[in-house]
């Protein structure tokens, strides 16, 4: 007697609710950077965030108690979205001087993507945002997060003593989000007609050890 193949089950999806609540999440802060750029944190107030979101002023309580809540948001979106960086270049199956190149490229519209959130924030930050060791803990916890997808692939390493994998991929982190803030968000002058090229090279040395040709 033939056993039947087993069957796939298909992963559970956010109902109708759960999606819409997350979609006027998402609006209610694009509205938020905006607004705060426009009249700044402290003259800015929740009903001109529901204006620019196109919603009640009701709406964006049901979601934040105060604008201090919305500046935590936004900084959380920030980590979010180099998190969703991090882990693209941690998916490819091989790390190559090329495929680490053309990561970039994708990189490269994430911080742009955060640059506007990023300025509000810091803008914000001396009367919105948590305590400083709050502010470092949630720093150290999401690059300990950012190192964990890089170094999450043991045969990627195989032969590399765990530390100075570690350190590599920590230190390829920060290379990457230095370069990219003193670019895009501060808008430090690069002269070079493709200026990814140097830092793919610089990505490409911390990471030898795990390139798929070393």
Request: glycine share 4%; charged share 25%; proline share 6%.
């Given at each position: ?180 803030s003193a670019w895009i968000a501060v808008g430090l002058p690069v002269d070079t007609a493709d200026p990814l090229h140097l830092l793919a090279d610089s990505l490409g040395h911390l990471l030898g050890p795990a390139l798929a040709d070393a």
């Amino acid at each position: 007697m033939s056993r039947s193949a087993p069957q796939q089950t298909a992963p559970p999806r956010r109902n109708l609710r759960e999606e819409q609540k997350s979609l006027t999440h998402r609006r209610l802060l694009e509205a938020a950077v905006t607004v705060f750029d426009e009249l700044s944190f402290l003259d800015a107030r929740m009903e001109d965030i529901a204006r620019a979101a196109g919603v009640t002023r009701a709406t964006v309580y049901a979601h934040f108690t105060g604008k201090a809540q919305i500046v935590d948001a936004l900084v959380e979106r920030v980590y979010e979205l180099r998190e969703e960086a991090y882990a693209e270049l941690a998916a490819l199956p091989r790390w190559t001087p090329a495929g680490i190149r053309a990561w970039l490229d994708g990189a490269e519209s994430r911080w742009r993507e955060m640059a506007p959130i990023r300025r509000v924030a810091n803008a914000a930050a001396p009367t919105a945002l948590r305590s400083i060791n709050d502010g470092r803990a949630q720093y150290v916890e999401a690059h300990e997060r950012y190192v964990g997808l890089l170094i999450s692939d043991p045969e990627r390493w195989r032969g590399v003593d765990p530390a100075e994998a570690r350190q590599r991929a920590l230190m390829a982190v920060l290379q990457t989000e230095s370069f990219f803030s003193a670019w895009i968000a501060v808008g430090l002058p690069v002269d070079t007609a493709d200026p990814l090229h140097l830092l793919a090279d610089s990505l490409g040395h911390l990471l030898g050890p795990a390139l798929a040709d070393a």
